[in-house]
């Protein structure tokens, strides 16, 4: 497991994980803006699937950015979240912003910033 993690703190990976953070921000941005009723039905809480995806993108955004980042990969992907409720308000397609998909971000994003934080710390005491 930790040889795991320390190639998960690899350089190249660390670009890779960057490249594949604007990838999945894109997706995001899409799943959030087109209207609900058009949205494949998978069975998971909407919270939940906030929460997923932030974990996601926010884990991706600090294993890119490096572990002294950390807060900023976070504070950059809680923002992104934001902007996107408001912007499903402004988007005209029947989505309403709400503060509670807004908290599930958070929690999504704080996680995967965590998650990353570890893998970061155990592959520099390689």
Same mark, same amino acid.
């Given at each position: ?11 190249? &990976? ?9 990838? &999945?921000? &894109? ?6 803006? @087109?209207?609900?009723? =058009?949205?494949?039905? @998978?069975?998971?809480?909407d919270k939940a699937e906030h929460a997923i995806a ?11 950015? *490096? ?5 900023? *990969? =976070?504070?950059? /992907? &809680?923002?992104?979240?934001? @902007? ?6 402004? /988007? *005209?397609?029947?989505? =309403? ?20 934080? @570890? =893998? ?7």
């Amino acid at each position: 497991m930790k040889q795991l993690l320390s190639f998960l703190a690899a350089p190249i &990976v660390r670009r890779i994980a960057g490249i594949t953070s604007l990838l &999945v921000a &894109v997706a995001i941005a899409i799943l959030s803006l @087109v209207p609900g009723r =058009t949205l494949p039905d @998978v069975h998971l809480s909407d919270k939940a699937e906030h929460a997923i995806a932030y974990m996601v993108l926010s884990g991706l955004i600090c294993l890119w950015l *490096g572990r002294e980042r950390i807060m900023r *990969g =976070t504070i950059l /992907a &809680v923002g992104y979240g934001a @902007v996107l409720e408001i912007a499903q308000a402004l /988007a *005209g397609t029947g989505r =309403t912003p709400s503060l509670l998909d807004g908290a599930a971000n958070l929690l999504g994003a704080c996680i995967g910033a965590g998650l990353a934080w @570890v =893998t970061l710390a155990i592959g520099r005491a390689r």
